[in-house]
């Protein structure tokens, strides 16, 4: 947010004296702030009123850019992500798969349907009958290292437009965000 102020000065006559001599002086001081942002092709976006819409624009923009550096290895961002969260957690529920990524389990299901066929994702039976733990196969593990270098050149580019200061701002900012939508 760029903030200038203007300082205007106004001589006002005293309201017994039109004599000069007898001015006093005003100040106003205001302040102008421009809501709008440069973007990286230099072009203004407004801030909506809207904390969502301004987040599924965001959202929409950078998954378009991930996904062209995806394309070169047929993956989606949708679907490295799932790779990329398995791969951190080596194994979990679907649940648990579904409360990292905040994805509802219709979602999520269908996303992990494809992966699943493709022989990427593994599951096996939990503890309790109805739970089943998902890794990534050996397949799946390949699949995510093919795709490492595309997705880096992704987080560079992202990373170069944004600056370091709000790059290094932004990964908490969006935590706190998924956390606050989540607990209200």
């Known amino acids: 947010m760029l903030k200038r102020f203007l300082a205007v000065v106004c001589a006002l006559p005293t309201p017994k004296s039109h004599d000069l001599l007898d001015m006093r002086t005003l100040y106003v001081y205001t302040c102008i702030v421009k809501t709008k942002r440069k973007t990286y092709l230099g072009a203004t976006l407004p801030v909506l009123p809207c904390a969502c819409a301004n987040l599924r624009r965001t959202a929409r923009a950078v998954t378009r850019m991930y ?14 992500t799932l790779l990329m969260a398995l791969n951190i957690t080596s194994e979990t ?27 990427w994702i593994g599951a096996k039976a939990g503890d309790d009958r109805r739970q089943r733990l998902l890794r990534l196969t050996p397949s799946g593990r390949q699949k995510w290292q093919q795709c490492q ?15 370091e200061p709000a790059w290094s701002q932004m990964g908490g900012l969006l935590a706190e965000v998924t956390r606050a939508a989540a607990a209200a």
């Open 93 to 119: 529920t679907q649940g648990g798969l579904g409360k990292l990524l905040a994805l509802d389990t219709t979602t999520l299901t269908r996303m992990l349907r494809l992966l699943t066929k493709r022989g």
């Open 149 to 163: 270098p595309h997705w880096e050149r992704a987080q560079r580019r992202l990373r170069r437009g944004l600056g």
């Open 67 to 80: 996904n062209q550096e995806l394309r070169a290895v047929g993956l989606e961002l949708t679907q490295f």
